[in-house]
């Protein structure tokens, strides 16, 4: 996997306020939110507050919130910068009256962050006018810092011009959000603390809190995203922004205070990842690996489901793999470090770390070896999969119904995969047999699928997930909230 600077990661599991929604921004459907207010509010201060999850890592920047007196040249900015820091720019006049950039890097894509941006220009201390929190904690380094003059009128509540979430308004077509935004928060007159949107818990991790009963002020908003026909609503019931390229399918239920899985896209790999990391397609030509799940279970029973949307031949893998196989440094470097595969990089453990359900056939892989197990599935179809970590057993089902007559509730005719897979934690897995065969497939590990509308909505026994076919009996979603009770 690729090296990291990572910031503890939110994992919230259990009590206190639940946030339901999100919104997924794709950087690749230039995704985002704009309005323009009525009037200015307090241009000397204000606090912006937002959870996020990052998706593809682009190596461009990737703007939260951006908001514009009509050019560049007055722009106050919250940015994924290209290599991953954080970077606040304020701009007025074509000046930075404000900097601050971080010397930490986000690129935890399996973890929810949580940023506060304080600008309160009328204190008296300079190094006050200008604060970021991050998971509660105030950020302190930066490789480069400025801060405004005493009493310096910001751009963010300037209401000449738009207020943008998800891009860079100022340069119309650039710096898309590519990730997960929830609680979106902008407060016009108050300089507020971390402790006005979040608390610490017992086990000392940052999570929310209630911000409803907030004074939001003249330009100030509040994004819950709970409205899937109007993800733009302000729930503090000012006006409304505006969605470009944003539909319901963009509401989740992963978020700040449930983390859902996604697909791990820091594995060396060839594939293209979208939609918050849950659409994957197959590179043109090989090698071929695809990517393993963020999360890893050592206990527990598991449920996901995978829309086969395209793909010649339908060469489309899934699989599952242990630790040893997540750990191998040079996945993807052949097309035999694969799922199911053999080669050099599996040192010793060809035979015992990694099994493949090839949907075209049907049949399930080990050690380059293929066995009979279904008949398979094609364009269109929803793969069922449901994973038996206590006792080592994957079940794969086409639209419902399960291959090999398998019963996942009853623990009947699953394929057992005890001596295949025999590491403490498993994960799973997305490969393609072949390349130029722009394989494309779309995963809901609970959170919803990437760009598949769910007909019939359906949870988990817990009341988690939201899947197009029932969860089996004893299944569960792969979130925070239930790997802390199973996982």
């Known amino acids: 996997m690729t090296a990291q600077t990572i910031l503890p990661a939110n994992s919230v599991v259990s009590g206190g306020y639940a946030v339901d929604n999100s919104c997924r921004f794709d950087d690749g459907d230039s995704a985002y939110m704009t309005k323009t207010p009525d009037s200015a509010g307090n241009r000397d201060r204000w606090t912006f507050s937002t959870w996020t999850k990052r998706g593809n890592l682009s190596g461009e920047y990737q703007t939260i919130i951006s908001t514009s007196g009509g050019s560049a040249d007055d722009t106050d900015y919250l940015y994924f910068n290209a290599d991953d820091t954080l970077h606040v720019h304020l701009v007025v006049s074509g000046s930075a009256y404000g900097t601050l950039y971080t010397n930490k890097k986000f690129i935890d894509i399996s973890a929810w962050y949580h940023i506060i941006l304080v600008y309160d220009s ?11 929190y991050i998971n509660g904690v105030r950020e302190t380094s930066f490789s480069a810092s400025s801060f405004p003059d005493q009493n310096a009128d910001s751009v963010m509540t300037l209401g000449s011009g738009g207020i943008d979430v998800g891009r860079d308004g100022s340069s119309s077509g650039s710096g898309y959000l590519d990730g997960y935004l929830a609680e979106t928060v902008l407060i016009d007159g108050l300089a507020l603390d971390a402790t006005s949107f979040g608390e610490f818990d017992d086990s000392g991790i940052w999570k929310p809190i209630d911000v409803s009963g907030l004074t939001f002020g003249t330009n100030g908003f509040y994004l819950d995203f709970k409205d899937s026909s109007n993800l733009g609503n302000d729930a503090n019931g000012g006006t409304d922004f505006g969605e470009t390229n944003l539909a319901a399918t963009d509401q989740s239920t992963d978020t700040c205070t449930n983390n859902a899985c996604t697909l791990n896209t820091l594995y060396r790999s060839g594939a293209t990842f979208t939609q918050g990391n849950l659409v994957y397609q197959a590179p043109g030509s090989n090698p071929v690996f695809g990517a393993l799940t963020t999360f890893g279970v050592s206990a527990g029973k598991w449920y996901a489901e995978c829309k086969y949307h395209a793909g010649s031949n339908h060469y489309g893998v899934l699989g599952v793999a242990d630790e040893v196989f997540a750990t191998l440094t040079d996945l993807g470097s052949a097309t035999n470090t694969d799922l199911g595969k053999t080669g050099a990089a599996l040192g010793s453990h060809p035979n015992t770390c990694t099994v493949a359900y090839v949907i075209n056939t049907g049949k399930i892989r080990n050690n380059n070896n293929n066995q009979n197990y279904g008949s398979g599935g094609g364009d269109g179809d929803i793969i069922n ?30 394929f057992d995969i005890s001596g295949q897979v025999t590491g403490n934690e498993y994960f799973l897995g997305v490969t393609n047999d072949t390349g130029a065969s722009e394989t494309i497939l779309d995963f809901n590990f609970g959170g919803g699928f990437g760009q598949t509308a769910v007909s019939t909505a359906n949870a988990d026994a817990n009341d988690h997930g939201n899947f197009e076919y029932a969860v089996p009996s004893g299944f569960f979603a792969w979130n925070t909230k239930n790997l802390a009770e199973y996982g």
């Open 122 to 132: 009328g204190n008296g201390t300079a190094g006050d006018r200008l604060i970021m």
């Open 385 to 414: 999969i449901a994973l038996d970590r206590d006792n080592r057993k994957v079940y794969f089902g086409i639209n419902g119904t399960y291959e090999n007559s398998g019963d996942p509730a009853a623990g009947s005719n699953g």
